[in-house]
């Protein structure tokens, strides 16, 4: 450093204080809120008679006390405390034990509209005291207060009406107590006063739309002061277990993937997905006209499963639990004995009982219970009953990127109808899936048959021949499909076809067999002259031979008989 300059410290970056939050212990909730509700701020729970808000109040009291031992307070102008303990009951929720425990506070309170004109005059002063009392009662870090209209509904006076609103958010903040105030929706605006949503640090709007006959549930966080949310709508469920939300917004393409394979069921079709079947966690659309097998295959699917000891979840849309099992098990397909072990659950519904995103929020929380291997949905094309196209491909591309986010080996049946476009789904969600394989009807000679063949496979060097789809009483079997000079042939034309060429065949074969035959005996009877000429030739040559050696024997004795005479003559040779 040079001199004469001062050696300045950077100072230490300060992280800013995040916004602390408290958690409400609502399925779902506090993860589109990225924790909960603000921590000692008020909120605005707002939303049409029957929308849900007080069992939102009384649930994020009940958890805060039974999950995060969190004491509540609740201030009801509606309903009184006997029957909110009754009410509550059947969600599960055991209000009289954590008042006994002195979790829970409950004060009810009656305001009579009529008084409040009568006075003249308005303030929420006896309230305070009221609250302050319970709050202390119990060391309350929740409040609630349902519904705030009833407290406000005799009073005329727009300026105190304000003024005394603004008091009581004002209240609560110093109190330091997480609250939640209900209120009714209004025609234009969020509140029927219309000043809540502004005071609140979050709002949370809560609706409860009747859609042709349909009612489907939503929330929406519509403002949530020094926090990033969701935005979306989100569709929730009500049951006896409380309040599901099901947090889906744009849900990014970071999924983990596996190079494990799980069987089809049929081992003919894995044979066609290059050996091993489907690849684990990858999503798989079976589709086809009506009775070309898909349920079968789902089912044939998730009975393999079972056995390779996974979890299977089946959503059915047409058939009950019972109603699958009957029909399956005259296929040799046994899911009961499944059942029966806790590996194979079915839920079935009818898709008109719900809205789509009641649907979707069911599915999802049903897959959250169980915690599948693989998941079955018989048929998605069902759900087109209860709402567009649009709507239907939105919750389909909501549910296939959930399960994919989880792992999870999805089967889905889509039902197309005859004269349509066969490499199409109605739903459109065929672009999503990893597997796509297709039933189709095959009909020749006044007969209908089935065939398969695997329209794409990602990552799989699969059969592009089409299959010859069998459904018997040992289940489901896949055949080569005859294909010759007059087509592709099935059913009995195929069974005709392989008689007659097997006919042929034979023919062919027992005519090849007569001529080798005749071959053979005649290189049998080649044999037979070779030997007897060899026999021959062998005779003559030993007779030339004999001769020879006689030739020889006389021409010796003569040269001796030669030699002997000229001895005797004294002959000089």
């Known amino acids: ?23 409400t212990g609502i399925t779902g909730f506090d993860e589109i809120t990225r924790g909960g509700l603000p921590q000692g701020r008020p909120c605005l ?10 069992l939102f109040g009384m649930e994020f009291l009940a958890r805060g006390a039974m999950e995060f031992n969190e004491p509540g307070m609740l201030m009801s102008f509606e309903e009184r ?14 209000l009289q034990d954590l008042m006994d425990k002195d979790k829970l506070s409950i004060d009810y309170v009656f305001v009579e509209r009529s008084e409040i004109e009568e006075t003249g005059e308005y303030s929420l002063d006896g309230l305070f005291v009221r609250l302050a009392y319970g ?40 109190k330091g107590v997480t609250a939640v105030i209900t209120g009714e929706r209004g025609t234009d605006t969020i509140t029927r006063h219309g000043l809540e949503e502004y005071v609140a640090d979050c709002v949370i709007l809560l609706d409860h739309t009747v859609d042709e006959r349909i009612a489907t549930r939503r929330m929406r966080v519509v403002k949530y002061r020094g926090s990033a949310h969701g935005t979306d709508e989100y569709p929730f ?14 849900l990014q393409l970071e999924h983990q993937v596996s190079t494990q394979k799980i069987s089809s069921g049929v081992q003919r ?37 079972c056995e390779s000891g996974k979890n299977v979840l089946y959503f059915a849309f047409e058939e009950s639990p019972s109603q699958i099992i009957r029909n399956m098990k005259l296929l040799d397909i046994d899911l009961q004995k499944y059942i029966k072990k806790g590996n194979l659950k079915i839920e079935s519904a009818r898709p008109t009982v719900w809205g789509l995103e009641l649907h979707l929020a069911s599915m999802h929380k049903a897959i959250n219970e169980h915690k599948p291997d693989m998941v079955i949905v018989d048929p998605i094309s069902n759900l087109i009953s209860v709402g567009s196209l649009n709507e239907v491909k939105s919750m389909l591309v909501r549910l296939i990127d959930y399960i994919k986010g989880l792992n999870i080996t999805a089967m889905f049946t889509d039902l197309i109808h ?57 289940g489901i079997d896949i055949i080569d499909v005859y294909t010759g000079r007059d087509g592709v042939l099935t059913g009995s034309a195929r069974v005709s076809q392989e008689a007659k060429e097997n006919a042929e065949n034979l023919k062919r074969k027992q005519k090849i067999e007569s001529l080798q035959k005749k071959i053979e005996r005649k290189d049998q009877m080649l044999q037979n002259q070779i030997k007897l000429l060899k026999a021959e030739a062998e005779t003559e040559k030993e007779l030339l031979i004999k001769e020879i050696e006689e030739m020889k024997q006389r021409e010796k004795i003569l040269s001796m008989e030669r030699k002997n005479i000229a001895s005797k003559r004294r002959a000089d040779i």
């Open 81 to 94: 405390t006997e029957d909110l303990v009754r009410n509550f009951a059947s969600l599960g929720f055991d």
């Open 135 to 174: 709050i202390e009662q119990v060391k309350a870090k929740r409040v609630v207060l349902d519904t705030i209209e009833a407290l406000f509904s005799g009073l005329t006076n727009e300026a105190v009406l304000r003024a005394e609103l603004r008091r009581l958010f004002y209240w609560l903040k110093e």
């Open 1 to 23: 450093m040079s001199k004469g300059k001062t050696d300045r410290k950077t100072p230490p970056k300060r992280e800013p204080k995040k916004l602390q939050k408290t958690p």
């Open 269 to 305: 079709l894995d044979t066609m997905l290059g050996g091993q079947g489907f690849f684990y966690g990858s999503s798989i659309l079976v589709s086809g006209t009506s009775g070309t097998g898909k349920s079968t295959l789902a089912a044939s699917f998730a009975e393999s499963g």
């Open 418 to 474: 005859g004269g349509k476009q066969h490499e199409a789904t109605e739903a459109g969600v065929s672009s999503l899936m990893d597997t796509w394989i297709l039933l189709k009807t095959i009909e020749l000679n006044g007969e209908r048959n089935r065939g398969i063949y695997v329209l794409k496979a990602r990552g799989i060097n699969h059969s592009n021949q089409i299959r010859e789809f069998l459904i018997t009483p040992k």
């Open 45 to 54: 729970v707002a939303g049409k008679a029957g929308s849900g808000k007080t």
């Open 237 to 250: 469920l009500i049951d006896e277990e409380g309040i599901s939300v099901l947090p889906v917004t744009s």
